[in-house]
């Protein structure tokens, strides 16, 4: 059974920086991707960060240049930075692997939240 466990989330002040982490186990079968979503109340899950089994990533506008996503492939661990965090970066943060079989699997989300 695969689990994904996040951590890092918490208050943070404006400008401040906070990194979350997802430690995967279990038997994933490949990976094919290592993502991060984010979603407030009311509002659908947004795709925050992406990093393919190649190396590449993709960010959404709203987050270039402040978020970086990053992996520990040894460790089956992805990881988010953020720097400039802003009161709009409040969410609850979930991380998503999808494996070679293009199945998902989701962490039980940590919430972050930003104050001005």
Known sequence: QVQ?????GGLVQAGGSARLSCAASGNIF??????????????QRELVASITSDGTRNY???????????????????????ISLK????????CNIINK????????????????
């Open 60 to 82: 959404a506008d709203s987050v270039k240049g402040r978020f970086t996503i990053s992996t520990d492939n040894a460790k089956n661990t992805v990881y988010l930075q953020m």
């Open 4 to 8: 994904l466990v996040e951590s890092g």
């Open 101 to 116: 079989f293009l199945r998902r699997y989701w962490g039980q989300g940590t919430q972050v939240t930003v104050s001005s």
């Open 87 to 94: 009161p709009e970066d409040t969410a609850v943060y979930y």
């Open 30 to 43: 490949g990976i094919n991707s290592m993502n991060w979503y984010r979603q407030v109340p009311g509002k």
